[in-house]
Nanobody
Framework: QLQASGGGLVQPGGSLRLSCAVS????????MGWFRQAPGKDREFVAA????????NYADSVKGRFTISRDNAENTVKLRMDILKLEDTAVYYC??????????????????WGQGTLVTVSS
């Protein structure tokens, strides 16, 4: 199970940290992903991290501004978002896929999803 939290209202240029609590993960050979869906748009890839190796991948639109990390002790995956822009407004979802580092940007690879947390960037 996945439980996303940390969303809220923030001004442009501000920062926000999302967290995804992970339970029931049976193997560290898994990939955790963050996706987002803006109003009226399709859900899109944001970032991914391999739980064991900590290999990371980012969408071009967030590279250099967002940082994905995982905490073994807390069993959480975090997404730190800096220099937020109006276009970052979306519902953010965490998801998990088992297996290797392959097609991590494709949401159909992920078999378990959290409920989503809303991030609103507005002045």
């Amino acid at each position: 199970q996945l439980q996303a939290s940390g969303g809220g209202l923030v001004q442009p240029g501000g920062s926000l940290r999302l967290s995804c609590a992970v339970s029931g993960l049976t193997s560290t050979d898994a990939v955790m992903g963050w996706f987002r869906q803006a109003p009226g748009k399709d859900r899109e890839f944001v970032a991914a991290i391999h739980w064991r190796s900590e290999i990371k991948n980012y969408a071009d639109s967030v590279k250099g501004r967002f940082t994905i990390s995982r905490d073994n002790a807390e069993n959480t995956v975090k997404l730190r978002m800096d220099i937020l822009k109006l276009e970052d407004t979306a519902v953010y979802y965490c998801a998990v896929k088992s297996g290797t580092w392959y097609r991590v940007r494709f949401q159909d690879e992920y078999n378990t999803w959290g409920q989503g947390t809303l991030v609103t960037v507005s002045s």
